[in-house]
């Protein structure tokens, strides 16, 4: 059983950056695929960016030339630098992993981009 904890959700300016931070535990393994969704008000949830265990990652088209995925594939963690910010990224942001099988979704945090 994997758990992920997500941090560094917020309130921001558009224009401004967040970065966000997962930690996932309760596996000794390398996880296949890590990343985050995002679900907007009124909208099905999308994935925003996911890294895989040999480094390739693949993002959303309307964040490609914003955001940032990295991963500590050691400690199994990821994160999501976000910059140039605007209120369309407004959401709850999931991390999500792929791993042995398995599917497993963080708490959610929230993200929104003031107007």
């Known amino acids: 059983q994997v758990q992920l904890t997500e941090s560094g959700g917020g309130l921001v300016q558009p224009g401004g950056s967040l970065t966000l931070s997962c930690a996932a535990s309760g596996t000794m393994f390398t996880i296949y695929g890590l990343g985050w969704y995002r679900q907007a008000p009124g909208k099905q949830r999308e994935l925003v960016a996911i890294m895989f265990s040999g480094g390739n990652a693949n993002y959303a088209d309307s964040v490609k030339d914003r955001f940032t995925i990295s991963r500590d594939i050691d400690r199994n963690t990821v994160s999501l630098q976000m910059d140039s910010l605007n209120p369309e990224d407004t959401g709850v942001y999931y991390c999500?992993?792929?791993?042995?099988?398995?599917?497993?979704w963080g708490q959610g945090t929230q993200v929104t981009v003031s107007s």
């Open positions: 999500y992993a792929d791993h042995s099988g398995g599917l497993y």
